[in-house]
């Protein structure tokens, strides 16, 4: 199955929770991503699933700088049920690439004075708060990070662990541009325009976290 693209309704057949995790992250892809996604739900729907989840983002706002907080925006309105992680640590996915691309490099780059706060998570927690709100059948948004947040540099720091760290201030428009530029390119770089902005767009988030009311002591 593709969103956006044609599938069989039956495919939902007999199953009581979907977790909706599908994203193209093609610029200009909001309208297949929304109209994608609904169909899905509306077809999950219609075969009898009991509970519908959008693992949504930290970054999704109405007035997200970026096409992907937007549209992750957007998308929360057809949920009953919603997690908001912020980067999830672990071995794979985007912090995986974030940190493997970091430690490629002789200096870290930080978007201006690197302090921006970071919403992060452990992958072993953010799965089990996701596994409570799911098997307690939960509904509303559920913003799953720490509630202290570490800044930029430290995270970097993290993910170099056990390397010399070189910090490399870039100013935010500079760095948007040299971003752009090389994934027109396809070069591995650290953060693509699309998490840059993101990252500026944290200071100002709405977001509190509400991981201590799921999992007390984290």
Not at 20 to 43: I, L, M, P, Y
Not at 68 to 90: H, I, S
Not at 193 to 199: G, K, N, S, V
Request: glycine share 10%; charged share 20%; net charge positive.
């Amino acid at each position: 199955m593709q969103l956006g693209g044609p599938f069989d309704a039956s495919v939902f057949a007999g199953i009581d929770t979907v977790i909706h995790c599908a994203h193209d992250f093609t610029v200009g892809a909001q309208s297949k991503n929304v109209e994608g996604t609904r169909a899905w739900v509306e077809a999950a729907k219609s075969q009898g699933a009991r509970m519908q989840v959008l693992l949504s983002s930290y970054s999704a706002r109405a007035d997200a700088d970026s096409e992907y907080g937007r549209t992750k925006f957007e998308m929360e309105r057809m949920f009953q049920t919603v997690l908001r992680p912020g980067l999830v640590m672990g071995d794979g996915g985007l912090y995986r690439k974030q940190r493997a691309a970091l430690r490629r490099l002789p200096v870290a780059p930080v978007i201006g004075d690197g302090l921006q706060p970071t919403a992060v998570i452990q992958l072993a927690d953010f799965l089990a708060a996701a596994t409570l709100v799911v098997e307690e059948a939960r509904t509303g948004a559920f913003n799953l990070f720490y509630e202290k947040q570490p800044s930029y540099r430290e995270l970097v720091r993290t993910m170099k662990a056990g390397q010399r760290t070189v910090f490399l201030p870039i100013p935010a428009g500079l760095a948007l541009g040299l971003a752009r530029a090389a994934e027109a390119l396809h070069l591995p770089i650290p953060l693509k325009a699309a998490q840059i902005r993101a990252l500026l767009g944290n200071r100002t988030a709405p977001w509190k976290s509400d991981l201590g009311k799921l999992l007390p002591g984290s």
